[in-house]
């Protein structure tokens, strides 16, 4: 799958998380063509941030995770989406959010929207 369709994959995904959390906001914008914009450029944040801390990230907490079955996963997709609302913090656009859990449940929105879109998009066959 293209680097592209990944972005905006990701970027529908935290475009539904922001409609769904009242934490998670997006910031930054005054029409809804620059909104579409910043959800694009904090995607692909996302998309870079998941692609090089992540699997640092994953590879150190290996314990954690086989301590807790796995749910540990629920911890770390959080920590990258604050980390991706830390880097935009320091831009006039963004994401903000609210705290820890509210990133929690952002994390899980966001990667079942994304694993389910996909599943759609998918070019296997």
Same mark, same amino acid.
């Given at each position: 799958?293209?680097?592209?369709?990944?972005?905006?994959?990701?970027?529908?995904?935290?475009?539904?998380?922001?409609?769904?959390?009242?934490?998670?906001?997006?910031?930054?914008?005054?029409?809804?063509?620059?909104?579409?914009?910043?959800?694009?450029?904090?995607?692909?944040?996302?998309?870079?941030?998941?692609?090089?801390?992540?699997?640092?990230?994953?590879?150190?907490?290996?314990?954690?995770?086989?301590?807790?079955?796995?749910?540990?996963?629920?911890?770390?997709?959080?920590?990258?989406?604050?980390?991706?609302? $830390?880097?935009?913090?320091?831009?006039? $656009?963004?994401?903000?959010?609210?705290?820890? $859990?509210?990133?929690?449940?952002?994390?899980?929105?966001?990667?079942?929207?994304?694993?389910?879109?996909?599943?759609?998009?998918?070019?296997?066959?």
């Amino acid at each position: 799958m293209s680097f592209v369709v990944r972005v905006l994959i990701n970027g529908v995904a935290i475009w539904l998380a922001t409609v769904l959390l009242s934490g998670l906001d997006i910031v930054g914008y005054d029409s809804t063509w620059q909104k579409v914009g910043i959800i694009l450029l904090i995607a692909l944040v996302f998309g870079i941030v998941n692609a090089v801390v992540k699997p640092i990230v994953a590879f150190l907490s290996i314990p954690l995770y086989i301590l807790t079955l796995g749910l540990f996963t629920l911890v770390v997709n959080a920590l990258m989406l604050m980390l991706t609302a $830390w880097i935009t913090e320091f831009t006039d $656009w963004g994401l903000r959010i609210d705290g820890f $859990w509210t990133a929690v449940w952002g994390g899980l929105i966001i990667s079942i929207v994304s694993f389910a879109l996909s599943v759609m998009v998918s070019d296997d066959r």
